[in-house]
Nanobody, 120 residues
């Protein structure tokens, strides 16, 4: 089976940095779009950033200039470098990927999430 596993969350002070990682494993033929979403307490899940196989990226306005998404095609891993963290960045961060399985079936997969807490 295919799974996504996030790592790198934790607690950080305002203005600090964290780097999230998400590794895809299993019977994978190819990976299309990869991305990061987040869900803050009491709020809906929102898109943070996406990256295409070409390397093209997009970001939510709230994180532009502070967050950088990247991916390693060999390791099937997507990263989110988060700088200048603010309290409003506190959330559970979820990795997402559109994966083409060896069977050629394409499915959307989600990780279980990693908590990021930003405090003073």
């Amino acid at each position: 089976q295919v799974q996504l596993v996030e790592s790198g969350g934790g607690s950080v002070q305002i203005g600090g940095s964290l780097r999230l990682s998400c590794a895809a494993s299993g019977r994978i033929r190819a990976i299309n779009t990869m991305g990061w979403h987040r869900q803050a307490p009491g709020k809906e899940r929102e898109l943070v950033a996406t990256i295409m196989p070409s390397g093209d990226t997009s970001y939510a306005d709230s994180v532009k200039g502070r967050f950088t998404i990247s991916r390693d095609h060999v390791e099937n891993t997507v990263y989110l470098q988060m700088n200048g963290l603010k309290p409003e960045d506190t959330a559970v961060y979820y990795c997402n990927a559109e994966i083409v399985r060896l069977s050629t079936r394409t499915m959307d997969y989600w990780g279980k999430g990693t908590l990021v807490t930003v405090s003073s």
